[in-house]
């Protein structure tokens, strides 16, 4: 009988598209994947730590599945992603039942990693960060890929924004070839998938350590054209590095959505400064200006950062003035929370956590609203929507999402799933719209 594993996934789309990748690598050496924990031979949890909170969380996981182990001690536990490259050996010392910490660099080699653990019955932790090249040739993802797919570009980060542990878990930014990226599209496309969002912390780095900076228009308007293809998405553009090239096709790429993810983080300068983004409100706002001359119809979502150390009331006053300027289709936010190895965890000045959550629950507030009003400038409209599937909520309703990458629900089938049909917006809330299939 096959082994079986079972992968729970915390965090952004990077960890998912690993996850897929650990799966299919996994089926590929002849592994099957389980539902749940309690069928699995093999549990691994693939780890955020972008904040206290996520990590936290995989704490207290590990704490619960202690029982279990104790009482099925066969069974392999595996940590891997941010968490165990942030921590390596350490995580054996808080969770000493724990087999195997794989980092963000090991995914490769986990088959061979799992078998150690099972022959040799010792822990094993590998998470040493490969510096040389990137290709995830050979790295087939699990089956069935559906409607919509992620594909890695670049991964790592050089940017060091002063509260963000991603350089430091994730390594520094390595492009993949291009042809690599198109052959997986394309793949992917046989497969059935009609959309695929291009990943990488700074897309807009794209080439630079190959040697070719700039190379990121020139990706998305390769893949534009990759048969098959019906849209095209990426996450997420550094405000600092979103060049004109870059917003032109916005204007010129058909595939390519009208949606952008460009996280501001603060609307104070100061902020901006000792977080080290590298932009000025004013730079940020200039660039949302010519996205929305290039194309009118874009949908713009955004990060803010609540209660950065030093942040007065004044400096969230002016975060809150972007958000008029701007009037964001969706916003992330999220309090502040000290993080290893950064430098803003040296900063003085924090902001006491009772601040943190008046601001946050203010701006979220304020964003409801904003929200609601962008989405109301839908009503009436058709929109083509990509069925993704049947309601979770509802087993009459298809979800997909429009081009602008709002979440849309409408009377329909589950054969309607990968199909793009246009729907007329009858009512909106500030995440869903709701309307009526016109064909
Ligand atoms: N690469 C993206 C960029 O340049 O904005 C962001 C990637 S990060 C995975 C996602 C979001 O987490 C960030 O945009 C930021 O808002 C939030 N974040 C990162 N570090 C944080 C921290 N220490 N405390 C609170 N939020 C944090
Ligand atoms: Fe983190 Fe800044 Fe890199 Fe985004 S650009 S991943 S926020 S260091």
């Known amino acids: 009988m096959s082994p079986k594993v079972f992968i729970k996934t ?14 299919g690598l996994l089926q590929g050496c002849g592994y099957e994947l389980a539902p749940d924990s309690a069928a699995a031979d093999v549990i691994l949890l693939n780890t955020c730590s972008i904040r206290e909170k996520p990590e936290h969380k995989i704490y207290s996981i590990l704490g619960r599945l202690k029982e279990y182990k104790d009482a099925n001690p066969s069974i392999i536990l595996g940590v891997g992603g941010c968490v165990a490259q942030q921590e390596g050996e350490r995580l054996f010392e808080k969770a000493p039942h724990l087999d195997l910490v794989f980092g963000t660099h090991t995914i490769d ?14 822990r094993v932790c590998r998470t040493a960060m490969q510096e040389e090249g990137y290709s995830d040739e050979g790295v087939c993802r699990s089956v069935s ?44 496309c046989r497969q059935g998938v009609k959309e695929v969002t291009l990943l990488g912390q700074n897309v807009n780095s794209y080439g630079k350590d190959a040697g070719t900076p700039g190379s990121f228009p020139r990706l998305l308007a390769a893949v534009n054209e990759v048969e ?53 409100r004013d730079d940020y706002l200039a660039k949302v200006e010519r ?39 969706d916003l992330f936010s999220f309090n502040y929370s000290d993080r290893p190895m950064t430098a803003a965890l040296r900063f003085e000045g924090k902001i006491s956590p009772e601040v943190k ?3 946050l629950a203010r701006l979220l507030e304020i964003q409801n609203d904003y929200s609601v009003a962008r989405n109301r400038m839908l009503l009436d409209a058709e929109e083509e929507v990509l069925v993704e599937g049947i309601s979770k909520k509802d ?37 869903t719209l709701s309307g009526d299939i016109a064909c």
Do not use: W
Request: proline share 4%; charged share 30%.
């Open 109 to 122: 080699r986990l088959p061979e990693l799992l078998k150690q653990v099972q022959t040799e019955r010792i």
């Open 291 to 329: 996205l929305r001359r290039v194309c009118p119809a874009i949908a713009i979502t955004s990060d803010v950062i609540v209660g950065f150390p030093r942040e007065t009331d004044e400096d969230f006053e002016e975060t809150l003035k972007l958000m008029e300027e701007v009037r964001f289709d």
């Open 357 to 359: 959550a008046e601001r």
């Open 10 to 23: 915390f965090g952004c789309q990077m960890n998912v598209y690993d996850s897929e990748r650990i799966a």
């Open 228 to 280: 098959g293809i019906e849209r095209l998405r990426f996450i997420t553009s550094h405000p600092r590095d979103l060049g004109d090239d870059l917003i032109r096709c916005f204007g010129e790429l058909d595939k390519l959505c009208e949606h952008i993810h460009l996280p501001v983080q603060s609307g104070s300068d100061k902020i901006l400064r000792l977080m080290n983004r590298g932009y000025t």
């Open 145 to 188: 890929p559906g409607v919509s797919a992620y594909v890695s570009i670049i991964r790592g980060c050089n940017n060091y924004c002063s509260f963000c542990v991603v350089p430091y878990v994730r390594g520094r930014e390595k492009s993949r070839p291009q042809e690599d990226i198109i052959k997986e599209v394309d793949h992917l």
């Open 395 to 431: 087993p009459r309703r298809v979800t997909g999402k429009t081009r602008s990458n709002k979440t849309v629900v409408a009377e329909g089938r589950e054969e309607l799933a990968g199909r793009l049909v246009s729907v007329r917006i009858r009512s909106v809330t500030a995440h």
